[in-house]
């Protein structure tokens, strides 16, 4: 389960298993439980994590798993996932039973199709279910409520009933015990606010910086609200969080469905203004704004190269830390993005790094020539007239909603023999139709020649090519692409025939 507010408690479906295993005459030996946590991917989850390691090695002191639904596995957003773990648990010789489903698990095709469907609607429940949540989260920040996450130095959550009047103040990792409570931000004590406003003052009217402003708080002893000292990022995040000018700012930030943390664009951004009571003026927050995008105006090349050749001077050193924790320094993203990479600008003003850091500069130039061919591929695909769509998570091409296709790189290796060698790993979780592996020439600047391998041709998760493969790997390969283009062009039924 992942809340204790669930219809079906673990302690529910222990009454369930141990009826179940009664009617069938099974002792229960031994049982895996994960209470409080998610269902959507196995990160976290010690006890189907365990529960997979008993299975797996060989000698698990139980014949069959109860389970008390197919969902329990988890509510996946791959349907395949749950099926896998069930799998694993088969192929060592242990049955699974489902406890509370309508059916048998006897792999007949009646409960094979149930199991598929029942493992899409789980993960479809979780998928709906974060759209509801989310819709809801965003109606509370609208009516001027707190939704997650710390209060912050010189703020605390006020914790409100279901009529608006104050209960009590939340501590450090407290939360609401009854669902139509409701949490609002209001100024700390009396010592905080008034080092909230005297920071804003150092940096608005007395000029200070960041690392300045921080050196001050440190020496006084005044301790931030996870009582650390105070560095020139937690200044900043001060400065720049409008939470102390009363507004209530939600979804900057998005982590749906466990997946990939994203940084959203302004435009997404919830914004709602006099939700709290302000700890700052806005003009004075609106001027520390000012300030700071006034420090991040366009630097020429040289510019840029000279600033950070006066920081090599003055330490002797660089990295992307220390570029980024100097006031008054364009930060590193910046010199990434103007020369390519920190290396790259490392290299202009004649610093080397004490590691060898040339495989990122290896990395980065695979990346653009990935990019730069795949585009080729969707353009030459569309100018045969097929139809084409790429997914911008997996890079997976839909063609002629028909087949998909994925694109890998081999780089090109040498042994000390001075033979080649390539390694392709196949994306066998993303199961594509067809795989287009593209073998680098030496130098690993071009493409030498291609193979397409058919997931219905199993080779396995990864191959090791050499120069020459025999026939079993080289009927796969092609001098180009104009084989692949031809059987992703459509054509007439009066041509066909």
Known sequence: MSTDHQ??????????????????????????????????NITGREGLQNLIKAVQSGNAPFEVILVYDVSRWGRFQDADESAYYEYMCKKEGIRVLYCAEPFENDETTHSNLIKALKRTMAGEYSRELSVKVFAGQCRLIELGFRQGGPAGFGLRRQLLDRTGNPKELLGPGQCKSIQTDRVVLVPGPAEEVKVVREIYDFFTNKGKTESEISALLNERGIKTDLGRQWTRGTVHQLLTNPKYTGANVY??????????RVKNPREMWLWRNDAFIPTIELAQFNRAQEIITARHRHFTDDELLEQLRAVLTRTGTLSGILIDELDGMPSSSLYRSRFGSLLRAYKLIGFTPLRDYSYLEVNHALRLLFEKHYEEIESQLRAEGAAVQRDSDTDILTINAEFTVSLILARCRQTPAGNYRWLLRLEASLQPDITIAARLAPGNESILDYYLLPRIDYLGCSLRLAQENGLTLDVYRYDNLDFFLDISRRTMIPEAV
């Open 7 to 40: 219809q079906y408690s673990t302690e529910n479906q222990i009454a369930t298993i141990e009826r179940f295993a009664s009617s069938r005459d099974i002792h229960i030996v031994t049982s895996f439980q994960d209470a409080g946590k998610s269902g959507l």
């Open 251 to 260: 979804n900057r930030r998005s982590f749906k469905l466990k997946k990939k």
